[in-house]
């Protein structure tokens, strides 16, 4: 059994930054890739980055490259995602997803446990 807990969403201005947080309760979790998603009111939920086994393999959305920092520690069971330079269309729901069967990627079906989720949002 494997649980996500996402930490460090809030309300900050327009080029502000956050750190999100996620703590993996389980055994495995330096063989997981690992991943974060984000969903705003009315839109799929979309990848935003995502970290391999063995980092510092990364993956980034186009629309985050340069701003967002993905990282993981494996002795802490957590990965983190550094968001600078925020901007309101960043403002989303975000998740933390683990993949334990092995698959990196973009793709949602990778990803087999999710977080709940931690609401982001930036004001213009």
């Known amino acids: 059994q494997v649980q996500l807990v996402e930490s460090g969403g809030g309300l900050v201005q327009t080029g502000g930054s956050l750190r999100l947080s996620c703590a993996v309760l389980g055994r495995s979790f330096s063989t997981y890739p690992m991943g974060w998603f984000r969903q705003a009111p009315g839109k799929e939920r979309e990848f935003v980055a995502g970290?391999?086994?063995?980092?510092?393999?990364?993956l980034y959305t186009d629309s985050v490259k340069g701003r967002f920092a993905i990282s993981r520690d494996n002795a802490k069971n957590t990965v983190t995602l550094q968001m600078n330079s925020l901007k309101p269309e960043d403002t989303a729901v975000y998740y933390c997803?683990?993949?334990?069967?092995?698959?990196?990627?973009?793709?949602?079906?990778?990803?087999?446990?999710w977080g709940q989720g931690t609401q982001v949002t930036i004001s213009s």
């Open positions: 997803a683990a993949s334990s069967r092995g698959m990196f990627g973009t793709l949602r079906s990778f990803y087999d446990y």
């Open positions: 970290i391999n086994r063995s980092a510092p393999t990364t």
